[in-house]
């Protein structure tokens, strides 16, 4: 055999020897095909995914088929068809009393708004303000300045109690508005609100709103042309914006307390209390002051001027007070019961009055003591003072200015 021979037959079986080693290599090391391959899948922001998505879309809104959604049941939207009109609609039947109010206003409402409606710190007053709106700073109750009693029933209904709103009954909601109306002094306290006679009762500033006209007389002056330059010949600060604390925080009391002892630190009271007190031996007998005026006791009319901060939201004394919830209490010792002017008392302290019962030491002491106890059907829901002390100088602080 040839040299060639021999070299081709030995590559020959080198050859085959490689490839049975590969085949027996790769059927056990390769991992075999899926029957079902995975795909990577396009990216979802990609304008293809995006037109496929829309086209899919298009085709489930016109089959119907989105699923979403369905029409409101009658009961759910009765729960919310709650609103009531000025002209009565929507105003279910009911009613309730200013008595029944004021139990309800004190547990529900007083807490934010005050016993008497007078507002709790920055909380909205709802009674007072009486003739105020042409002030500078006019105070908007429900009795000086809504239009409509609608708006009251609807937003005590709707709304309150704060963090527990449409949890009060349709009858608590007329006798709450009743309470409201008494507080404003625009009903008696035998009164009851119903839905009979919910349009009977008229708002003293029904007639102060006008229809908005604004699209008429307004709107096609914001469409000419604004001045842009050279507009006024001077510019001038005519008034600056006042600083308002309008959001209730629970630390306000102590600020408005504090702020209350700066802007009384120089009044009337301080005056006469300094008056009195620098009255000396040295004035004669014949020119010394009435008997009253000489016993004050100056220390219990220093206390009652602090302990008096708890009747400050209705009554003002000293000069200028006027009359607010309740009225103002100059000269009220020795005075007869329901005489100040221009306030309008319950039937019963004016009957009182009538019958020639006067505030001295010992009514005062009774009234402060228990105001409903003491006067039926006063429209003070006050509990009254609880020391004997407190109310002995708040007593004395009043004789300050009765003489």
Known sequence: MSKSLKLYGVMAVSSAAMLTAAYNFA???????PDVARVMPADAGSP????????????????????VGREALPE???????????????????????AEGEEAFIAYCAVCHGDFAEGVGNWPKLAGGDGTLADKDPVKTVGSYWPYLSTAWDYVHRSMPFGAAQTLTVDETYAITAYILYSNFLVDDDFVLSNDNFLEVEMPNADGFIVDDRAETEYPLFSEAACMENCKESVEITMRAAVLDVTPEDDGAAAAEEAMKETNADTAADEKIEQVASTSTETPAAEAPAADQAALDMALVEKGENVFKKCAACHQVGDGATNRVGPHLNGIVGQQMGAVD????????????????VWNAETLAEFLADPRGYVKGTKMSFNGLRSDEDIAAVVEYLKSYSQ
């Not at 059927?27 to 095909?33: A, H, I, K």
């Open 27 to 33: 059927d056990r090391n390769v991992t075999p095909m």
């Open 48 to 67: 293809d995914m995006m037109f496929i998505a829309a086209a899919r879309a298009e085709a489930a809104a016109d089959a119907k088929r989105i699923g």
């Open 76 to 98: 759910e939207i009765a729960a919310w068809n709650v609103d009531v009109r000025p002209d009565g609609t929507g105003l279910p039947p009911g009613s309730g009393s200013v």
């Open 342 to 357: 221009g306030f309008r008392y319950s039937k019963t302290l004016e009957g009182m009055g009538a019958d020639g019962m």
